[in-house]
Every structure is written in C-alpha cells, then in structure tokens.
C-alpha cells in the first residue's frame, strides 16, 4: 500500500493503466455474488421470484460499475482508494450473504448503500482543496446516493411486498442519475470533459470482469454435475455449457479492446457512458445462461419448461443485444448478422417446448457458431471503422 496524500488521489496522465492486484481480488468478490444471482434464478421456480432478483442483479452490477470508475479516475495504488477498494469488497460480501433470504433485507441493502456513502465521505474529504473538479465530482457521485440510499433502507423496513417497490425506485434513481450526468444542486452536472478522460484502465477492468464472470456459465453445472451421475445426456449438456462459454467469450472480445483504446474524444466519451448499460445487458445474459445450464445439466431429458427456454435461449440473445448495440453505438454501423442470430433465437422459443431441453441447448452452440463465423467473416469492415472514425 502506498501513502500518497490528498494531492496525488487523482490518477496521473502518465500513470499505469494496469489493474492492480486488489481489484482483481475486488471482481473474484463481485464474480462469486453473480454466480449466486445465477443460483438463485435457477431456483425459482416461477417468474414472479425473478424480479426481486434482476434488482439485486442491477444493485451488486451498479457497485462494481461505479467502483471501477473511481479506481479508473482516482490512483487505484493511493491509500485512500484502497480503504475505498476493501469496504466495497466487503460491502459485496455481505450483500451476497443477504441475496438468498428474505428476512436479510435491511442487510443487504446496508451493505450495498455502506460503501457508496463511505466512497463518497472519504473522496470529499481527503481531497486536496485545489483538486475543485475532483472534489465536485465525488459530490455530486455522494449527493445521488445519499437520495438513493434512503428509498434503499427504507424499502428494507417495509413489509417484503413494499421493499421490492422502493427498491425499484432506488435502483432506477441510481442508474438514471448517472446517465444524466449527475446533476446536482449548486454544482451542476459532470461535465463531459472528465468522460474523455478514461484510459485504458477503464476498458481492461470491463473485459477482465466479463470474462471472468463467463466463467460462472460452467462453473455453476459444474457444481450441478458434481452431485449428479454422468449420463451421456448430462454430459452432453456439460459440454453444450463449456462450448457456449468459449462461444460467448470469442463474442465479446472481438473489437473490444480496439472500442475502449481509440483516442478520439466524442467516441471514447460515448463509450465510458454507454459502457455501464449495454454491460449489464450483456452480464444479465451470462446470468440467465449460467441459471439455464444449472437447470439443464440437472435435467437433460423431457420436455422443456417455458422458463427453461426463456433462459436457455433467451440468455444468449441478451447477451448478443448488449454487445450489438455497444458496438453500434460506438462505431455507427449495426452489425446485421448478430441481429439476425438475436432475432432467431427469440423466433424458435415457441418451437421447442418439446424437445429434451440437451438439445434447446445444442441450438444455442449452433446459433452462437453462426455468430462467430460471421464476426470473423465481418472482422475486416469494422476495424478500420474504429481507427478511422473522426473525433
């Protein structure tokens, strides 16, 4: 740990742009909450327990997000970013502790409320006075979740049908106010300057946490065939799950990292702000995938539920609209093959109700094929669109 004072809490402009130790430790943390989310999903046996869980989803995405943008802004190696770093670390701990039981609410919602509001205390207050941008930057950041945290706690004293309501409100003031630059008043709102100021540290903590969070879609039937005899039905599925992760991963990292190192302003700023969006699209979909092989791998044989279908099907199809419309936001031109596959995958739903749900998923891994052979055929148009798009 460094010691640095207030002065040097900023990230310098000639500084490293490598994650540092702690925050990978800080996403393993936030990667084991989300394979619990994906446990949990699985578990529910009707749609009507899902939707307490897409806002737990929303709530442990939203502190890694704006986590990974403090570390992005301010020097991750300083003392006070670290203290920032650990909180936040537990904070996660003890909302994944909460996630699976309903009596824990004012728990969870203390753990996630905590570290933003201890974030927020130690930036304004440790910040060097001459640092006046960074310094109003955190406050507007503590001024929304400040507002937020009061519809958090509160929703966890009601009753359970009342918190899920508040709740929602919380989360919707939480994910709204960032895209609205925080507005804050006597200070105004973040100006657009600080967007274009992301390096490429932003962009490695996105990669490194998706892919690191793909690795819940077989990690989970991992734990699942474990307790379960290897059939040649169940292995199936086993294999379908760790094709379609290698499948999602090839998805994801193609252009990634060309999108999140371009140096022209107007699409570097586009892309910080977008970033946080079409991301959870993309983690809810690895969540979804991750639940469905959970189910799948348990049961490989029979018909296959509604549900099980809206997740087999419908998880990748999240995944892929995510990433399609980051792509198209931030490069200007959709790319038409990956609406097609978003397209057929929503259009078979209503088809394979009777198929064994092992071959709902063989679908998928050929669907998903189809992806990648038309990225790679593709490759070629959207990469000088990258280099050459104007700032």
Not at 25 to 31: G, Q, Y
Not at 196 to 205: D, M, N, Y
Not at 352 to 361: A, D, H, I, R, S
Request: hydrophobic residues 55%.
């Amino acid at each position: 740990m460094t010691t640095g004072g207030s002065s040097e809490l900023v990230r310098p402009p000639g500084g490293s742009t490598r994650a540092t130790l702690l925050e990978l430790l800080f996403d393993v943390v936030f990667v084991a909450a989300l394979a619990l989310v994906s446990m949990l999903i699985a578990d529910r046996p009707r749609w009507n327990g899902v939707a307490p869980v897409v806002i737990m989803l929303m709530a442990v995405w939203w502190t890694w997000s704006i986590t990974s943008t403090t570390t992005d802004f301010y020097d991750p190696d300083q003392l006070p970013i670290q203290v920032i770093l650990m909180v936040t670390m537990f904070g996660a701990v003890v909302t994944a502790a909460a996630l699976a039981v309903d009596t824990h609410a004012l728990v969870f919602a203390l753990g996630y409320v905590t570290p933003h509001l201890v974030r927020g205390v130690v930036l304004v207050t440790v910040l060097h006075p001459r640092q006046r941008m960074a310094e109003q930057r955190a406050a507007r950041f503590l001024f929304w979740f400040v507002v937020s945290g009061f519809f958090w706690v509160g929703g966890a004293l009601l009753p359970h049908e009342g918190s899920w309501a508040l709740w929602a409100v919380a989360v919707t003031i939480d994910y709204v106010s960032a895209g609205a630059r925080y507005p804050t008043p006597g200070l105004g709102r973040v100006p657009l300057g600080q967007y274009e100021k992301t390096t490429e540290h932003l962009g490695e903590r996105y990669q490194q946490f998706v892919i690191l969070a793909l690795g819940d879609v077989i990690l989970v039937p991992t734990l699942e065939i474990s307790r379960s005899d290897f059939t040649l039905a169940r292995s199936a599925a086993f294999l379908a799950a760790f094709a379609t992760m290698l499948l999602l991963w090839q998805i994801y990292v193609l252009g990634a990292g060309q999108i999140v190192r371009t140096n022209a302003p107007r699409v570097l700023r586009r892309a910080t702000r977008l970033a946080p969006y079409t991301h959870f699209v993309m983690l809810a979909g690895i969540v979804c995938t991750a639940a469905a092989f959970d189910l799948v791998v348990e049961r490989p044989t029979g018909d296959t539920p509604g549900r099980w279908i809206a997740l087999v099907l419908g998880g990748p199809a999240l995944f892929l609209l995510g990433r399609t419309v980051f792509t198209w936001r931030i490069i200007g031109r959709v790319p038409w093959h990956r609406v097609f596959w978003v397209l057929l995958l929503l259009a078979v739903m209503p088809w394979v109700g009777k198929w064994p749900p092992v071959l709902v998923t063989t679908l998928v891994v050929l669907m998903l094929a189809g992806v990648v052979t038309g990225d790679a055929m593709g490759g070629r148009l959207t990469r000088p669109l990258l280099r050459g798009r104007p700032g």
